[in-house]
Structure formats: structure tokens, C-alpha cells
């Protein structure tokens, strides 16, 4: 029998372990913000990869603020090497979840299967990405097939607040590396049968505008912090929202709306606290923070560039007007080249295992990719893995038991067809 068909066999057959071990990680609560468990759960995915013939180190993000003795970031890596170390394939999961948040009809971490889907927070995003990882290298192993290259699997902490003491961590310290990595899979739920190539950019900024506090009966001895604020705001639906909403990118981004750059404020407060006992005074400080999406195709100078511009032209027309603007984050758009060879063994392995390929997409947001490509200098990195984004983050998510076994199958595929089986 060819290779490939007994390693799509070994897959159906350990259906059931696939779907046992993503439940046994969802029941993990892995909640980050603050970053519950993640020695557990490093601790889960470690173990099963020993198991299953990886040779697996333990790494604590040392030297990351966010790594304490309470909430300690502890990463695992396994490899598993073939007749030689390359090509050497990365699949990297991270296995922190976002708070269940209200509105659930079942127990967030239960890890309830009914009707063919597996729920629980971190159920599609992106612990079924996980176990399909883990169990495409073991399905290689038990059908028998000798592979030529290395598969490595990592499970990293912290990608939902940035990931820095995760997959950011690993590539400062060379773990991820063009220097060793050939090609890195992310399993991000990015639906079963499509390719992503990458994501927007995201620029976080704070702007506050300084005022004069005065006794509130009489405002005109002072200067008003909000209401400066709101003609900010103002200038910027006016003036900046049109133009920026007119342009679009060329990439691939689902869904369609966020093909083009948006802006989005993030909260905002000034004067007093709306909650405390009130005194009569003329609000002198007002803050917010803005979430603004950038194309690749506009880059982040220009992008920043059109804010300093709005603040500037605004303070030079409307008197005592002061604000200052803060840079508070800013990720860089990605895209895998068209030409990388993940993009064309992904999609056959589609095709064989689907019958179909929805072609490639982007990402509204952004995930580790750009750590992968920009730190580790790894340009042939993708998103592909089981479940549907738009589940990820909100009550009941679940990920379906067929997509996980699909994206196991394809995951499989492309590991036999980029590390080369050995004769
Ligand atoms: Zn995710």
C-alpha cells in the first residue's frame, strides 16, 4: 500500500485518541489574561510527545516581566528527527485560551462532545490545532513510514496578549530560526480547508489632551480636556475614517470587510471618575487608546505618519488644544511569499483529503506569524488547522470532530511531503 494512504489510515484509526486528547487539554484552563495552568498543560503536551518518540525540553521565558513564580510562562519543544536534522518542518499551537466570558449553554471547560463538535474555550482556537499537530507526526510513526527530514512541535504560551514570552521568546533565543527552521505550520483555526498567508498590521496608540482644571460653574476659566478630546475624535471620522476606509489590500483577508484598514477606539476616560462622588471642576486630562489595522500595502510610517499630521493640524486651529500621542504597540503586516512551497503541498494535501481547497486567506488579526517571519527570519510560514475563526473568542465555541480529523489527515500529508520520506 502507498505511504500515504496508510498514514490517512493511521489517522482514522486513532480518531477517537485525537478527540480525547483535545478534550484533555480544553479541560486544562489555560486562561490568559493571567496565564493559569500553563505548567500543566506544557507539562500534557510534553509528556504525549515523549511518548510519541519526540526528544522534549521545558523552556521558561526567563527575563519576560509576564514570567513570575505565580504565573509562570513555560514553553515545551519536541523534536523528532528522521535520517537527518532538514528539512526540518515547526508546527507551533499556542495553548493559552482567552476568559470564557458569559453567555455559555455548556461548562467552558468541560470538554462536552455532542453532535460531532468538540466545545470548550480553546476548543477551535487552538487546542484541536494541537492535537492535530501532535497526532499527523504520530499517525507518520505508526503506519511505519520512515520520514528523511525533522518534525518539531512546540507548545508556547502568551499568543493572545501578544506572545512574547512564547513564540517571540523562542525565536530571540534561536529556537526558531532560518538558520535550522525550514518551514513553520501554526494550526490557528483558520478554517479546515483554506491556506493562510499571513495578516494586517497593528499599530495601538494613546493620545491625551492636556486641559486646565477651573471651577466647574465657571468652565471659561478653564480648558476642557474631553471636549478637546472629542474634536479629535471628530476630525478623525471626518477626515482620516473616509480615507482610510478607501483603501483595500491585496491580500486575501476573510472576512472581506477587513480587506480594508479600520480604526477602532479601545476605551477612553477623562476627568472624573464617573463612579466616585463628583466635585464641580473643568475635566483637565482625557485619554484614549486606538486600535488601528494597517495594510501592508500602507505601511506603518505612513500610518503614523496621517495621525502626527491630524494631531498637529487640529492643535494648530483650535486654541489651547494640546495632545500628545504614544506609541503603545505595533505589529508588522506579514505575508508568506507566493512562491513558498508550503502554499502548493498544503493545498494538494487538500485536495486529497477534502476533494477540494478554498485557496489561501488572510487574517484580520494578527498571531505568532509575525514572530516566526520577522524575529526568526523564517519567511515559509503558514496558518493552517482546523476550526472555524470566527468561533474563536466567543460563548460556546467548538470545533468540529470532521475538521479535526481532516486537518490531522492534510497536517500529515504535508509532513511526508516537505521533511521527504525516506526510501
Ligand atoms: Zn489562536
Same mark, same amino acid.
Given at each position: ?8 489510515m493511521s489517522v482514522d484509526a486513532a ?92 461548562? =467552558?471547560? *468541560? @470538554? ?7 466545545? +470548550? ?7 484541536? #490545532? /494541537? ?17 528523511h527530514g525533522a518534525i518539531e512541535i ?100 476573510? =472576512?472581506? *470587510? @477587513? ?7 479601545? +476605551? ?7 463612579? #466616585? /462622588? ?72 487538500l485536495r486529497r483529503v477534502l476533494g ?68
Amino acid at each position: 500500500m502507498d505511504p500515504t494512504d496508510r498514514v490517512l489510515m493511521s489517522v482514522d484509526a486513532a480518531a477517537d485518541e485525537i478527540v480525547d486528547f483535545t478534550r484533555e487539554l480544553i479541560r486544562l484552563p489555560t486562561v490568559n489574561p493571567p496565564g493559569d495552568g500553563y505548567a500543566d498543560c506544557a507539562e500534557l503536551i510534553g509528556r504525549r510527545l515523549t511518548r510519541f518518540g519526540f526528544e522534549t525540553a521545558y523552556f521558561a521565558a526567563e527575563g519576560c516581566a509576564e514570567h513570575t513564580t505565580r504565573h509562570p510562562r513555560i514553553n515545551v519543544v519536541g523534536r523528532r528527527c528522521g535520517r537527518a536534522m532538514r528539512p526540518l518542518v515547526h508546527l507551533n499551537g499556542h495553548f493559552d485560551v482567552v476568559p470564557a466570558g458569559a453567555g455559555w449553554t455548556v461548562d =467552558p471547560f *468541560g @470538554a462536552v462532545v455532542r453532535d460531532g463538535r468538540i466545545y +470548550g474555550r480553546g476548543s477551535c482556537d487552538m487546542k484541536a #490545532g /494541537i492535537a492535530a499537530a501532535v497526532y499527523a507526526a504520530e499517525a507518520i510513526r505508526r503506519a511505519g513510514v520512515e520520514l528523511h527530514g525533522a518534525i518539531e512541535i512546540s507548545g508556547t504560551v502568551d499568543e493572545e496578549s501578544g506572545g512574547f514570552a512564547g513564540v517571540a521568546w523562542l525565536a530571540h533565543r534561536g529556537h526558531i530560526n532560518a538558520d535550522r527552521t525550514d518551514y513553520v505550520i501554526i494550526p490557528e483555526p483558520l478554517y479546515v480547508d483554506r491556506i493562510c498567508v499571513g495578516h494586517r498590521g497593528a499599530y495601538w496608540f494613546e493620545i491625551t489632551t492636556h486641559g486646565r482644571i477651573a471651577h466647574g460653574s465657571m468652565p471659561f476659566h478653564g480648558v476642557n480636556a474631553i471636549e478637546h478630546m472629542s474634536i479629535l475624535l471628530d476630525r478623525m471620522r471626518r477626515d482620516l475614517l473616509p480615507r482610510i476606509a478607501s483603501r483595500s489590500t491585496a491580500m486575501p483577508i476573510e =472576512p472581506a *470587510g @477587513a480587506r480594508r484598514a479600520t480604526l477602532n477606539v479601545n +476605551g477612553i476616560d477623562g476627568g472624573q471618575p464617573t463612579d #466616585g /462622588i463628583q466635585t464641580p471642576c473643568v475635566a483637565d486630562r482625557c485619554r484614549a487608546i486606538f486600535d488601528r489595522r494597517f495594510l501592508i500595502e500602507e505601511g506603518f510610517e505612513q500610518t503614523r505618519a496621517e495621525i502626527v499630521e491630524l494631531l498637529d493640524r487640529v492643535a494648530a486651529e483650535v486654541p489651547d488644544l494640546r495632545c500628545e500621542l504614544r506609541d503603545l504597540m505595533v505589529v508588522h503586516p506579514v505575508l508568506t511569499p507566493g512562491d513558498s512551497p508550503l502554499i502548493g503541498v498544503l493545498d494538494r494535501g487538500l485536495r486529497r483529503v477534502l476533494g477540494r481547497s478554498g485557496g489561501l486567506v488572510a487574517s484580520p488579526g494578527t498571531y505568532d506569524h509575525k514572530h516566526v517571519t520577522r524575529i526568526g527570519g523564517v519567511t515559509n510560514c503558514v496558518a493552517y488547522g482546523p476550526g472555524i475563526l470566527d468561533l474563536a473568542h466567543q460563548p460556546d465555541e467548538w470545533c468540529g470532530v470532521d475538521d479535526l480529523i481532516n486537518a490531522t489527515k492534510v497536517i500529515a500529508l504535508a509532513l511526508m511531503e516537505l521533511t521527504g520520506t525516506a526510501a
